[in-house]
């Protein structure tokens, strides 16, 4: 999944119909005026970039993978030293 944004509404709808996408409305941290917000198109992982670029959009950065989850923690206490 890549998420594009497009200042303008017909350039998102445009390349949500080519690529198959979901349109959205979607704010920037901090942002609170309506009018501001970007359209957001979800597209699937393979979507050609060139035609976001072609409408002046950007794609967010991949999300990279979470970390693996770190080991289990011991039950008993380890002796570090030999009495």
Request: proline residues 12%.
């Amino acid at each position: 999944m890549q998420i594009a944004y497009f200042w303008e509404r017909d350039d998102a709808e445009a390349v949500a119909e080519r690529l198959g996408g979901e349109l959205r409305r979607e704010r920037f941290h901090g942002e609170d005026d309506d009018e501001d917000h970007p359209w957001v198109v979800v597209l699937p992982a393979d979507a050609a970039i060139q035609l976001v670029d072609e409408y002046d959009g950007w794609l967010e950065p991949a999300v990279e993978q979470p970390a693996p989850e770190p080991p289990p923690l011991p039950t008993a206490p380890q002796r570090l030293k030999k009495r």
